[in-house]
Each structure stands twice: as C-alpha cells, then as structure tokens.
C-alpha cells in the first residue's frame, strides 16, 4: 500500500491515521514533538524541527502523499517535499496562517468578516478602535488556537492603558451574533466539492465545548451563503480535502470568522454521525479516491469536548446507548488541553 505522510502530531492526526488505516493506507508522522498521539497509531515517525530540511526531504521521500493536521506548520522547509505530494496545496496553508491575509483573501472573494485593521503599534490600535469602535478583540495574526492570543478590549479607556502584546496584531470588532455554526466541505482532485451539515457550535472559554444538530433555524437561513463563500475558498486555492470556515450567524447575515486547511473539532460527530467521515473523506480526496456521502444519518447529534481535569469521569459513557467515547491517549490532563469527545447519537 502507499504511505500518506501527516505534518502535525495531535488528536487530528491520529484520527486521519485511523482512517487512513482502515482503507489499507499506512501513516508516517512527522511533528517537533518527542511523544504524538498520532505517531502512536502509525507505521512511522519522524521527530523532528519544522526547519530540518534534511529530515524533511527524507519524509518527502518516503511518502506518496503529505497533508496536515496542523495548519501552522511553517511554509519554506516544505518546499522540501514534491508540491505535487502536498495536499492542499502550501497556498492554502499561507492563507489561513495569517488572520490578515485571511481576511483579505476572504473580502476579496465577496465575504464578510468582523471590521478588521492591522494593529503593529499603538498609534495602529488607536485608529483601529477610532474606525471601528469598541467592543473589540486583539489577536495575534499568527499561531493562536483555542483563544489562546487574544484580548477583548471593552472600552477606549482600557486600550489607552494597555501594553501591546506584540506587533503583530489584527484589531476587529466584536460580532454580536445569534449562534456560530462552521462550513465543513471536502473537495477531490477533480474539484468535487461535497458539505457536511453545519452544525452548531458553542465555544467555553474560547475553546469548542459542543457541536450539535440540528442547527438552530438562523443556520439553516444563512448556510447557503457561506457554504458559497467557503466553495469559492476552495477553488480558489486549487484545494484538496478538508476545509472548514468558521462563521457567526448574525441578524445581518454571515460573518466569516476564520478558517481551518483541515480536518476540524466541530466535525469529530461525523465518525459516527454522517455516512462518511470528515477523515476518511480527507483520506480518500488526497489520495484521489472518490469522495464518500456526507449525509447526516442521526436525528440528533451532539460532539461534547473532553478538556482537562473532565477527562478523569469518562467511564460513564460507556454504559450509555449510542455514545461513542474518543480518548486521544494524552498523558496530562492539563487545563484547556483536548483529551477527548463523546458524540451522542439519536438515531
Ligand atoms: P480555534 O481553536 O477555533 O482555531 P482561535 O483561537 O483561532 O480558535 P477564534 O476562532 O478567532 O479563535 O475565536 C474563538 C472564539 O472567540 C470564537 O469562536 C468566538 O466564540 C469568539 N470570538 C472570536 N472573535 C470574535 C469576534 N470578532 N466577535 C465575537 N466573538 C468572537
Ligand atoms: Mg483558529
Ligand atoms: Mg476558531
């Protein structure tokens, strides 16, 4: 069989390992960390700096295919690896890195994010709450996730007071929105897009607690049109496999938050819930297969997240009809961390 190779270590990878596994494929991981949970359940591991370029090209080498569970992975030591390997395409990954360039990309295809202004000192601050006002949020343009890297700025006063946290920010105003929901398309090499249903997502912390189906009725009026915006992403980027946008239903419409070049957290019900899964699609769209239905196959669905110190009070769901418990094999149960989900089904 062939050999896909997944940058990224986390729970994301293991879960495409799994799938990958069941269509006959094997996995070589290649991540910085020195314990993955996706090395754990594939044939291969490579630890090692996203920047070795020796070890990078060796990995390109010795895979057919390479995709990502991790969209952070720094672009240059990838040309290391055949672009015709690489799916999605590096560009995709450029896209989604940076929340400026994010935006941009997504305005300039007719979307609506949040008012946005880049933020690289404080004079770029003030402007930006003199445009857009308050209430707002800060964040770093790159490598924040989980709502790590950002501060809510309520008033004036409290940005004249405050210390910028780097500089390079991207400043936008906050959305006062009726629910968030996410786009989850698959997209084959011969440009075949297919959609999960949206489902609902709630955030604890600034981290995804619950997504749930049926979506409130606000979703199933506005999907339409971010499903557009998000198949005009992909398109646009020549993409193959999973991508996710993120989008807050609001009385004036879609509003873009961001997006993901990658299998997604709001999309683990689908294992269980939808004929196929996020990663198998994934799978079998790198790798050139055709794609699988995404039809949703439950009345109900709810994705619980599992995150720090939860995970010691699993063993409940097992006594429980049509729950499907996933624990990724973390070791530490620290604060905020994703240990694992359980996704109930009413059929
Ligand atoms: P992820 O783990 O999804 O990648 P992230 O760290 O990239 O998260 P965002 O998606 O930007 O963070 O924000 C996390 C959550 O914070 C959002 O899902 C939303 O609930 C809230 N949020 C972010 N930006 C805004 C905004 N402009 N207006 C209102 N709420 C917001
Ligand atoms: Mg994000
Ligand atoms: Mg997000």
Known sequence: GST?????????????????AQLGYRCHVFAPEKV???????????????TDQAA?????????VVTYEFENVPVA????????????????????Q?????????????????????????????????????????????????GKGQWRIMDRREAEG?????????????????????????????????FWDSAHNTHENGILAHSSLPAPAIVGEQVEAARKLARDAADA??????LTCEFFATEAGPVFN????????????????????????????????????????????????IIGAAAGDWQHWLEQGDAHLHLYGKGEAREGRKMGHVTLLER
Not at 85 to 96: F, I, M, S
Not at 108 to 116: E, K, V
Not at 270 to 287: D, K, L, P, V
């Open 237 to 242: 980027l020549g993409y193959v496999g999973v």
């Open 36 to 50: 993955s949970v996706a090395a754990e359940v594939s044939a291969e591991f490579t630890s090692a700096k996203w």
């Open 258 to 305: 961001e997006m993901a070049p990658r299998v997604h957290n709001s999309g683990h019900w689908t294992i269980e819930g939808a004929a196929t899964s996020q990663f198998e699609n994934h799978i079998r769209a790198i790798c050139g297969l055709p794609l699988g239905d995404t039809a949703t196959t439950a009345r109900k669905v709810d994705m619980a997240n």
């Open 98 to 146: 940076d929340r400026l360039a994010e935006k941009n990309f997504v305005t300039d295809l007719g979307g609506s994010p949040a008012p946005f202004a880049k933020v690289d000192s404080d004079e770029d601050l003030a402007s930006a709450i003199e445009r857009i006002g308050t209430p707002g949020i800060l964040k770093t343009r790159r490598d924040g996730y989980d």
């Open 77 to 96: 030591p990838l040309a290391a690896i055949p672009a015709e390997k690489l799916h999605p395409p590096t560009r995709a990954l450029e896209a989604a």
């Open 56 to 64: 990078m090209a060796r990995f390109g080498e010795a895979c057919d």
């Open 4 to 20: 896909i190779g997944i940058l990224g270590g986390g729970q994301l990878g293991r879960m495409l390992a799994v799938s990958a």
């Open 162 to 194: 405050m210390r910028l946290p780097g500089d390079s920010l991207v400043y936008e105003g906050f959305v006062r929105f009726t629910c968030e929901f996410s786009v989850i398309l698959v997209r084959g090499r011969d440009g075949e897009v297919r």
